[in-house]
């Protein structure tokens, strides 16, 4: 949408012409190099499945296993593991020259990022370890389930899924978050007191504002809030303190504050569940019929050799869902705006907010709607701007009208 002259002004100022057009050739690289990868991904899957590698790789892991072992159970549990975490491994192996290209030469071309490339390996092979880890585990328990209640294991799954998806919220700022960056309290500051005043206010009983080196990784800014009681964080990144003037970062983090004010956090696990479901689902009726179509490739949904068969159909069913799932993000995400605007009144610190972290992320100021509707789980910047103005003020009814 056109912004009013003045508005236009100050976004320019901030988030310059030529930078708008290069974040134009940043959306268009990685749109292409979304399809691109999930094309790869399939076909990877397709040929591990299809080619019957996995059904050899579990009948030599079972068989090894098997000598001398005193469990049954204990023998299948093992060999699902392996097999997922061989799966995994060797897709995630296939894939890095992609993810690569991706997530590291096309950052460092545009300029958003500075991570060395020992650093990138670190964030990528820890991140690898522990979703083959979860995958794994969670994997050979399905796995065992299905083979114990083959019609009731829908059921069971989808109530086990509710403690999972919500421990989920609280063990990751407490393990996991560590791992990939360092959080130290922020110094006593004015914008340290806003913070935790306008927190407090709104129920939200951290004690403490933590900055994280997000610098090391890129060069764009952030914030969150997260966790559940004793362990609720606010985090700003060290880019945002650096880059931001105070009533800007302030800004930001009222936005993230509004997530947890809205209970987002709980909204997020509901939708996470509900996606569960889905997927349960679409595992029952679609994968199991269809993995049971080739005895030769795996004995259906008990059969760990089906891994690569079901993480295909996962992937297509998360391609097809997509846009569902970030049209409910895009709103979650405007009420967290609607939420800083009402509780800062900093005037025009939201439009300086949302034009930097457009600079400096190259998002695109005027997304195509199709574009949008497909990939966006934020709402447009140009949106986004447009809103902060009108609810400081900074567009008159005149102003509206022409625009």
Do not use: C
């Not at 989808?158 to 919220?169: D, E, H, N, Q, T």
């Amino acid at each position: 949408m056109p912004f009013p002259p003045n508005i236009e002004h100050l976004v320019d100022a901030i988030y310059p012409p030529a930078r708008q057009a290069l974040a134009l050739e940043v959306s268009a690289v990685g749109r292409r190099l979304f399809w691109i990868g999930s094309a790869l991904q399939l076909a990877i899957l397709a040929t591990l499945y299809y080619s019957g590698v996995t059904a050899a790789l579990r009948a030599r892991v079972e068989q090894a296993l098997s000598r001398g072992a005193s469990s049954t159970k204990l023998t299948r549990m093992l060999t699902a593991a392996i097999v997922i975490a061989a799966v995994l491994i060797a897709s995630a192996l296939l894939m890095l020259p992609l993810t690569w290209y991706d997530s590291f030469t096309i950052l460092h071309r545009y300029d958003l990022s500075r991570e060395t490339p020992a650093d990138w390996f670190h964030d990528w092979a820890v991140s690898l370890a522990l979703g083959v880890g979860i995958a794994a585990f969670a994997g050979a328990g399905l796995f065992e389930l299905v083979r114990r209640s083959e019609r009731a294991w829908p059921l069971i799954a989808a109530a086990v899924a509710i403690p999972l998806i919500l421990l989920s919220s609280v063990v990751l700022p407490v393990l996991i978050e560590p791992l990939f960056n360092t959080y130290t309290p922020l110094p006593p500051s004015a914008l340290t007191s806003s913070i935790l005043d306008l927190a407090a206010q709104h129920g939200v009983h951290a004690t403490s504002v933590y900055v994280f080196d997000l610098s090391k990784q890129e060069t764009s800014a952030n914030a969150f809030v997260s966790g559940i009681g004793s362990v609720e964080r606010i985090a700003l990144s060290d880019t945002l303190l650096k880059t931001f003037a105070p009533d800007e970062a302030l800004y930001v983090t009222a936005h993230e504050l509004g997530h947890y004010v809205h209970g987002d956090l709980w909204r997020g696990a509901f939708y996470g569940w509900v996606g569960a479901l889905a997927a349960i689902a679409f595992i029952y009726f679609v994968v199991g019929p269809l993995a049971r179509r080739s005895p030769a490739r795996s004995d259906g949904l008990r059969d760990p050799a089906v891994t690569p068969l079901l993480l295909a159909a996962l992937l297509l069913l998360g391609l097809a869902a997509q846009p569902l799932g970030n049209a409910l993000s895009r709103q979650i995400e405007h009420n967290a705006d609607a939420f800083a605007a009402a509780n800062t009144h900093l005037g025009s610190a939201g439009v300086r907010a949302f034009a930097r972290l457009g600079s400096q992320g190259l998002s695109t100021l005027h997304p195509a709607p199709l574009v949008v509707w497909y990939f966006y789980t934020h709402p447009p910047l140009d949106e986004r701007i447009d809103y902060a103005a009108r609810r400081a003020g900074l567009v008159t009814g005149s102003q509206e009208a022409r625009n």
